[in-house]
């Protein structure tokens, strides 16, 4: 079961990446959560300064935009 | 490569094809008001959203290269002065949208980067952006542009030095002091696939947002280009009127707007014979000091902060104003 976080404190492009995030999820088949990240502290921790930003398995893959649903795709399909 | 080019074949046409259009094909007679409004807009509509889709592309590829956290770590060595010069012009570069001025505020903070410093970033980023910058350069010319430009930095460096002096650190609220910020991430270097796909997806993004607040802005600026007689409003808006620059920034303050449902009013404005620092305070008041990011601010910020912010930068645009109208006059 893989764990994607999306970190942002609820601006619209963060809830898109949400999104992606889910319908490519929904997609690929894989076991995963999908977890909206809103609290600063909790954002702060990953060294992540501008949001949106979505998280694998703690690992912090995108930066500062919204990522494409092949990206996540992606992701997921790593190990 | 082949795209580029057709890009500068379509440019080049231009000229011929609103001529072509309004005349030849719709059959208007030449110097109408109808026909004079018709050729403006046929020809400026493409115009500026060809130079938008290449300068957003050209930006794009650019920031590719920049990111907040990189932006951080450049900063965070710096003293104050030329950390305001650097900040303010980074600002420009660095992609920054105002829904993330909290991390990125408690971020800067965290690495040790002055308040002052802090601020000439958040000042310039939103008030020096490139669609304004293209927009004036293409409807009023490359002088304009040069002088938004180096005014608008201008503004951010003095500002930001001005709230570094005053000692606000206190107004900073407590918790922001109280977060431990991670290991910041470093993001690994895009190939340049990945940065021609990043750069055309800022263009599907940016273009697609703001393609209709231009063409009704320059619907409008046709219309007054063709119908409305020159000098109607130096009246109120001249330079003769010394109180028409507070009043504009003022005005901007409430009103919230991006810069490409701005520019095509600050032309109507001009044409009607308002004059050009006047104008140019009002638009950058209103994409400068706007209530959402005060809102947004307001978080990391006590009120008192708010205050000098807003006060400061709208001092700083006055002063713009009025030079302009002078120097300019």
Not at chain 2, 45 to 72: A, I
């Amino acid at each position: 079961m893989k764990l994607i976080q999306v970190l942002g404190p609820g601006c619209a492009k963060c809830t898109e990446a949400a999104r992606i995030a889910a319908e490519a999820v929904a997609e690929s088949g894989v076991e995963a959560k999908v977890e909206k990240v809103e609290d600063i502290q909790k954002i702060m921790e990953f060294g992540v300064f501008s949001t949106p930003a979505v998280v694998v398995d703690g690992k912090v893959k995108v930066v500062g935009r919204v990522p494409s649903k092949k990206d996540v795709a992606a992701w997921l399909a790593e190990a | 490569m082949a795209s580029l080019a057709a890009w500068f074949l379509v440019y080049g046409q231009l000229v011929p094809f609103s001529r072509w259009l309004t005349y030849d094909l719709l059959g208007l007679a030449r110097g109408s008001h109808l026909g004079d409004a018709v050729e403006f807009f046929a020809y400026d509509t493409p115009k500026v959203l060809l130079l938008l889709t290449l300068v957003v592309f050209g930006v794009g590829l650019l920031r590719s290269f920049v990111t907040v956290e990189w932006t951080r770590r450049v900063l965070a060595g710096k003293r104050e002065s030329v950390g305001n010069v650097l900040a303010a012009l980074l600002g420009v570069v660095t992609p920054f949208c105002s829904c993330s001025a909290v991390p990125l505020f408690i971020g800067f903070v965290t690495a040790g980067i002055p308040l002052g410093v802090t601020f000439s970033f958040l000042i310039a980023a939103p008030m020096v952006n490139e669609i304004a910058l293209i927009l004036l350069y293409g409807l009023l010319g490359w002088k304009v542009a040069a002088l938004y430009f180096v005014t608008g930095i201008a503004v951010a460096v003095v500002a930001g030095f001005v709230i570094g002096r005053l000692r606000m650190e206190r107004h900073v609220e407590d918790w922001v002091l109280k977060i431990r910020a991670g290991e910041a991430h470093v993001a690994e270097a895009m190939s340049w696939k990945g940065r021609v796909r990043y750069a055309l997806e800022s263009v599907r993004d940016i273009v697609g947002r703001v393609w209709k607040f231009m063409v009704v802005g320059i619907a409008v600026g046709a219309g007054i280009h063709g119908w409305v007689p020159e000098g109607q409003l130096a009246g109120i808006m001249g330079s003769e009127a010394w109180w028409s620059v507070p009043l504009s920034v003022l005005i901007g303050i409430p009103m919230y707007s991006n810069a490409a449902g701005v520019i095509p009013v600050v032309e109507a404005l001009l044409a009607k014979g308002a004059a050009l620092g006047t104008v140019l305070a009002f638009m950058m008041s209103v994409i400068a000091l706007s209530l959402p990011e005060m809102v947004i601010l307001r978080k990391v910020l006590r009120p008192r902060l708010i205050a000098v912010f807003i006060g400061v930068v709208g001092a700083g645009i006055l002063l713009v104003g009025w030079l302009f109208n002078v120097v300019v006059a």
